[in-house]
């Protein structure tokens, strides 16, 4: 087979499994909605109560940087020089440490509890 051959051949099959791929996986991956539906009325709650309580956040959040974003557009220097709170301390930096492995605690006692895993 020629050198121009196997360039076709590659492309042609490359495009068939970068393309399908992702075909396969959006046909087969359920959405978020069809995986609420699957579970539990009481971890359907609790999944409900934790989605609007983090789009909340999320809206506080956005509001704070909105602030602050204004209240740094009055001034002179580079955005990249401006004071964005405090700087960690270790304490500060432990307690995040936690929080992360407390987490990931809740996290594989959620997957646990779905699963029903002894």
């Known amino acids: 087979m020629s050198n121009a051959g196997r360039w076709v051949k590659a492309l042609f099959w490359g495009t068939v499994i970068a393309v399908g791929g992702h075909q396969l996986q959006y046909y087969i991956m359920p959405s978020e909605d069809e995986l609420v539906k ?3 009325p009481a971890l359907k709650k609790e999944f409900l109560e934790q989605r609007q309580r983090r789009a909340a956040e999320d809206i506080d959040n956005g509001a704070q940087l909105m602030a602050h974003i204004r209240a740094n557009a009055q001034k002179t220097e ?5 004071d964005w709170g405090k700087k960690p301390d270790a ?12 987490m990931t605690e ?3 006692l959620y997957v646990w509890k779905l699963y029903d895993i002894p």
């Open 38 to 40: 699957r579970l539990s």
């Open 78 to 82: 580079p955005a990249w020089k401006t």
């Open 91 to 102: 304490a500060a930096q432990l307690d995040r440490e936690t929080a992360a492995v407390v």
């Open 106 to 108: 809740n996290a594989l």
